[in-house]
T-cell receptor, first 113, second 115 residues
């Protein structure tokens, strides 16, 4: 049972434009959400997180939005850079220090120079 | 460079065999988690070890077992391999149980192929 879903396997964006990656979840008990970035032959790297008490968290070019009523979160990258090309996973856990993360299937982002 | 290493990089085994995958955590990290990432899927939590004891398990059968050693290394053992066990196996270390995700570092993974 896939509790975290990323329905877009891939996304292509021009350099300098905005990239928007989407993620949906089904379990309303999730309290903490994360985005990871993964390059080939490397493990996932933590990118940004958001607690369920917030609806937005920003870190430089990366902003995560959370819509709890819709059980939806999104990652905005502005402006997109070629180095952002990677697979992005969203993940959720039941609390911030939780040891079990539920991952989506990933979205492969390509930023075209 | 996360300081987390895994060996081997690739491995091919036959159905029914047993396999041991190894992870060397970042120095000082007493917590390690293991994940299975099947092709086209996201990582799935197998279990976590804290100070050499299992601390939480995902939906994986008992033939998946682990060990953690005092020197910050750990092992994932899988018995009676099945074709569906073919996947990328990731370990992730963190400085303590309950650490937040930004303190958890993943290794590059071991690609296991079961034929």
């Amino acid at each position: 049972d896939q509790q975290v879903k990323q329905n877009s396997p891939s996304l292509s964006v021009q350099e300098g434009r905005i990239s928007i990656l989407n993620c949906d979840y089904t379990n309303s008990m999730f309290d903490y959400f994360l985005w990871y970035k993964k390059y080939p032959a490397e493990g996932p790297t933590f990118l940004i997180s958001i607690s369920s008490i917030k609806d937005k968290n920003e870190d430089g070019r990366f902003t995560v939005f959370l819509n709890k009523s819709a059980k939806h979160l999104s990652l905005h990258i502005v402006p997109s850079q070629p180095g952002d090309s990677a697979v992005y996973f969203c993940a959720a856990s039941f609390f911030r220090g939780g040891n079990q993360f539920y991952f989506g299937t990933g979205t492969s982002l390509t930023v075209i120079p | 460079e996360t300081g987390v290493t895994q060996s081997p990089t690739h491995l091919i085994k036959t159905r029914g065999q047993q396999v041991t995958l190894r992870c060397s955590s970042q120095s000082g990290h007493n917590t390690v988690s293991w994940y299975q990432q099947a092709l086209g899927q996201g990582p799935q939590f197998i279990f976590q070890y804290y100070r050499e004891e299992e601390n939480g398990r995902g939906n994986f059968p008992p033939r998946f077992s682990g060990l953690q050693f005092p020197n910050y290394s750990s092992e994932l053992n899988v018995n009676a391999l099945e074709l569906d066990d073919s996947a990328l196996y990731l370990c992730a270390s963190s400085p303590n149980m309950g650490a937040s995700a930004d303190e958890q570092y993943f290794g590059p993974g071991t690609r296991l192929t079961v034929t």
